[in-house]
């Protein structure tokens, strides 16, 4: 299989699958394709585990409960995706043994053999308290995945013990021998006025991890005051309220 990533601010990943080679992604994530190109949809495509609980730990991750699968078939067959959010797309090999977690909307498509699930807490504070943003999608197996990141994109190799603390919108993935857990954030008037939450994540190494400089929190609160509210029309009023 050969991959293109082609343009910069909103990048749009081109695959040219050879007769029998597969992807899948989530539905709903397909942009273009070839006429080569043949589509099944199901809970148990492109070699993910299909039983109830693989397929409730996926929506749990912030996945689709299905999936669906793009195999060439009779000769070369493109499949495009584009990126939903400005901001970069990394393509990742994944190996047996070695496993990333990512954030919940980071996963764009992915070879089979890799399997896509949830990436579980060690510590339950991470779950119960971290709210959406710290809901974190794993992938293992062996095979090519290809990350969608919003904004720039940092990284950093924690040493042993190294510790960053992060707001979760900006975690875009890290490897999974980094130890994950959620703090709070410090002093009173820290947390109830800083408009950061209450909650940061931290990761300490050893391990590399990726962070993006555009989070979904901050750009729904970015363009909430333009949006219409209920209640609000036009003409006086609209120009009473700014809208």
Known sequence: MEHRIIGTTMPVLELMLQPGEQVFAESGELAW?????QLRTGTAVGG??????????????????????????????MASFCAKLPGQILPLEIQPGRG???????????????????????????????????????????????????????????QAGNTLRIHPGHVAMFEEGVDFNVTTMPGIRNALFGGDGLFLATLTGPGRIWLQSMSLPHL?????????HPGEGGGLGGLLTGS
Do not use: N
């Open 33 to 37: 394709i070839s006429w080569a190109i």
């Open 48 to 77: 993910q585990q299909g039983g109830f609980m693989a397929t409730l730990g996926r929506a749990l991750a912030g996945a689709t409960i299905f999936m669906t699968e793009y195999t060439a078939a009779g000769g070369v067959g």
């Open 100 to 158: 990333y977690l990512i954030h919940r909307h980071g996963f764009m498509c992915a070879t089979r053999g890799v399997q896509l699930g949830v990436g579980v807490q060690q510590r339950l504070g991470a779950g119960i308290f971290g709210g959406t943003g710290f809901r974190m999608q794993r992938l293992t197996g062996q095979g090519m995945a290809f990350i969608e990141m919003h904004g720039e994109v940092v990284q950093y190799e924690l």
């Open 220 to 228: 729904a609160h970015a363009i909430a005051h333009y949006m219409p």
